[in-house]
């Protein structure tokens, strides 16, 4: 028999009159229940103590079960700011894509406007900032 099922079977006798004499023979044979027995009898006598184990064991519960929810609230806190931070920056880095397009078809539009004007490609890249690959190839599609 495993210790966890002689501890049940232990808490099944503990109030059961038809056991009492095997009760009686396990509590001889092993100390661990011979001294929960002790405890028990002891608390069970004293409503004093019995009342303060309660209120012993209610305060850890709560403690535990306080602690549990303070990290589930923490979690979840943690969860939602790293979503509101993850938006935000996506917001941030779509408006400097969106800009920088922008900015870059402005250059093209430019670089048409001067080269139809008959500007060198000299001249064009000095004005837009683009390559003179890039001016080319514009040169070569739109013109």
Aim: hydrophobic content about 35%; some cysteine; glycine content about 6%.
């Amino acid at each position: 028999m495993s210790n966890a099922e002689r501890w049940a079977f232990y808490l099944k006798c503990i109030d059961n009159p038809d056991y009492e004499k095997t009760f009686l023979e396990l509590i001889e044979r092993e100390e661990a229940f011979k001294v929960a027995t002790n405890a028990l009898t002891s608390i069970s006598k004293n409503e004093q103590e019995r009342y303060n184990l309660f209120a012993r064991q209610k305060a850890e519960n709560d403690y535990i079960h306080d602690m549990t929810m303070s990290k589930e609230i923490g979690k979840k806190e943690g969860r939602e700011e790293g979503i509101q931070e993850g938006r935000e920056e996506g917001i941030q880095q779509g408006l400097q894509q969106g800009l920088q397009q922008g900015a870059l078809k402005k250059a093209f539009e430019n670089a048409i406007n001067a080269l139809k004007i008959g500007l060198s490609i000299k001249d064009v890249e000095k004005i837009t900032g683009l390559t003179e690959q890039q001016i080319n190839d514009l040169k070569n599609e739109k013109m």
